[in-house]
């Protein structure tokens, strides 16, 4: 009788909250009540009742409460706003964000002559809306979302045959391949964090589970149920009329100045408290934040896997502030970054308005703004306008935004504290606190060359190197430990020192890379070897080079050669040709 241990459960409960949205628990709900999905399909019932039963079903827990009976590790936790949520939620909290315009393109709904709403239905095509990097955000989370971490936290009690087991119940309750969700929503593959761990012959008893949970708090303790503003988006005061209990969102002025619980003045024990765990980079990390504390924006630069993103987000959760986590690509524009016209729906009838871009959207929320690999992005294209704003300047944009304006108040991003009350301007505020953090892998020849002066001179540019080599071999022995490979493949662990962590290593033809990459090829031989146990050390270090490290020397031709010198004592003749050829593609190389 295999169960989820109280370890798979932990693991959920850590990772959960920065992969989700809690609009999530919507989304879920409508997929286990069968709601139709298509423009013409007949519309069905949908509200409190039915994600209740979601509810009912698989978030309480023990501490639950009567008031508070439900424990939701879904979404950042914001100050204030638990875990456990209040009996009502449903019809209060959710019902608020199940009405706003991100929602509605996920969904849509009819009204009759009194204004009621009368049924909902999914819209066609749900992996491609969310496929918008913004859309997933404000409303399920960072995609593709984990099927099995979700599984271990629904089916805590349910006795499994498997970890596929599992995850095959998660797609069969929730539709997922019914509805073309696999892989592009959700990740129905086995977590290489949770596959290695094995099922418990008794399921989690709730002594244990009470450990792994915040405890409930007294209401008197807790703020309103009502979700804090980086849980919404500006349209909220035009929500429909419900059957429902109404929402105190809808009377929320989400133009006024946002606020955080957050502040940049902190101390260096805070700072070494947030980064204990990460070696090497005390440096960088008093570096960014005396810059961050001067009003500057920052920029980590470094090898790829040294933990640039990790480091700013470490940075935020030490200075109390709840980051937006985006990546840059090279097709972005001002639209990803600053926003423009989108489509907007209001029952039957579609309208575009303005939607905030990432830069100016997490302004909005009150949240700081880390975006990865920036480099990616063609920089000039992509800010436009924004160097005004980072130098500290207001910025009149070029568009409108209606809210219950039929022709639409001008947008003005404002800096300082103060919202000016003119009436032609629609004012988007940015907080004296917000920041941007951006990461970058320095090894990226080709999009280096595409950083502007008007951009580099907006920023602290700080390094982030690599451990020192025997700090390296020891974050690695703990990562092999960890995943029991350090018993039984002691030489591929001992290849992987001598590649990544020694200074004659990667280090020595300029190609350093940080420990990010060997512990995510350390995961990929657990998974390999749990499909085929007979494949041989020299098999799984070629395989992860292949995966991992053959795609960091793109364009670099030059480097092709000294790398296949590199790692000819590694591998035998097989493995030698196969990763030799994987990497051509990479490098263009040409004998």
């Not at 009377?251 to 070494?272: F, M, N, Q, R, Y």
């Not at 871009?357 to 949240?367: E, H, I, L, P, T």
Request: aromatic share 8%.
């Amino acid at each position: 009788m295999p169960f989820f241990t109280g370890e798979h459960i932990k693991i959920a409960l850590q990772r959960l909250p920065d992969s989700t949205h809690v609009l999530l628990i919507t989304f879920l709900a409508m997929l286990r009540s069968n709601v139709p999905v298509g423009e013409g399909a007949d519309l069905v019932p949908y509200g409190s009742e039915q994600e209740n039963s979601l509810l009912d079903s698989y978030f309480r827990a023990p501490g639950s409460t009567t008031r508070r009976p439900y424990y939701v590790p879904f979404g950042k936790r914001s100050k204030g706003y638990p875990r456990w949520k209040t009996e009502d939620y449903s019809g209060s909290s959710l019902q608020g964000m199940r009405t706003r315009e991100y929602g509605r393109l996920l969904y849509h709904f009819e009204k009759n002559e009194k204004g009621k709403v009368i049924g909902y239905a999914l819209r066609p095509n749900l992996a491609s809306i969310l496929a918008e990097p913004r859309v997933a955000a404000l409303t399920v989370g960072n995609l593709p979302i984990s099927a099995h971490l979700l599984a271990a936290w629904l089916y805590r009690n349910v006795d499994l045959k498997d970890h596929a087991d599992a995850i095959a119940r998660f797609k069969t309750e929730f539709r997922i391949t019914e509805l073309e969700l696999d892989g592009t929503v959700f990740a129905t593959t086995i977590d290489p964090e949770l596959g290695p761990i094995g099922l418990g012959d008794t399921p989690v008893t709730d002594k244990e589970l009470a450990a792994l949970i915040e405890p409930n708090v007294p209401d008197e303790e807790a703020a309103p149920s009502t979700p804090p503003t980086t849980e919404l988006v500006a349209s909220v005061n035009d929500a429909p009329a419900n059957e429902e209990k109404p929402s105190p969102l809808n009377h929320l002025d989400v133009s006024a100045s946002p606020t955080a619980g957050g502040s940049w003045d902190i101390g260096i024990k805070s700072l070494e408290a947030a980064i204990a765990d990460m070696r090497g980079v005390r440096e960088a990390a008093v570096q960014a934040l005396a810059a961050l504390r001067a009003g500057m924006h920052v920029v980590f630069t470094g090898p790829p896997g040294s933990g640039k993103t990790q480091l700013a987000k470490r940075l935020c959760k030490a200075a109390s502030f709840d980051p937006l986590v985006v990546t840059a690509t090279d097709s972005w524009t001002t639209f990803e970054t600053i926003g423009g016209y989108f489509p907007q729906y209001d029952g039957e009838k579609e309208h575009l308005d303005f939607e905030p871009g990432v830069v100016v959207g997490s302004m909005q929320d009150a949240r700081i703004l880390i975006i990865d690999e920036i480099n990616r992005a063609d920089i000039d294209k992509a800010f436009g306008e924004l160097f005004t704003l980072l130098a500290g300047g207001d910025v009149d944009l070029s568009y409108r935004r209606r809210k219950g304006d039929a022709s639409g108040k001008r947008i003005r991003l404002i800096t300082g504290d103060v919202v000016p009350a003119a009436d032609h301007v629609d004012p988007i505020h940015m907080p004296a606190w917000w920041r941007l953090i951006g990461a970058m892998n320095d090894s990226d020849k080709a999009s280096l060359k595409r950083l502007s002066f008007a951009f580099v001179r907006r920023f602290a540019f700080i390094p982030v190197g690599i451990p020192s080599p025997s700090d390296y071999a020891a974050l690695l022995d703990a990562a092999a430990d960890a995943s029991g490979l350090s018993k039984h493949r002691v030489r591929f662990i001992e290849m992987l020192k001598a590649l990544f962590a020694d200074d004659d290593g990667l280090a020595s033809i300029g190609m350093a890379m940080g420990v990010a990459i060997p512990k995510t090829m350390i995961q990929q031989a657990v998974s390999e070897l749990g499909i085929d146990p007979s494949r041989s050390d020299e098999q799984l270090l070629a395989s992860a080079l292949e995966l991992y490290v053959a795609p960091q020397f793109q364009g670099w031709a030059e480097k092709h050669e000294a790398m296949l010198r590199l790692i000819r004592s590694h591998l035998d003749d097989n493995s030698m040709a196969s990763f030799e050829r994987g990497l051509a593609n990479w490098t263009g190389f040409v004998e």
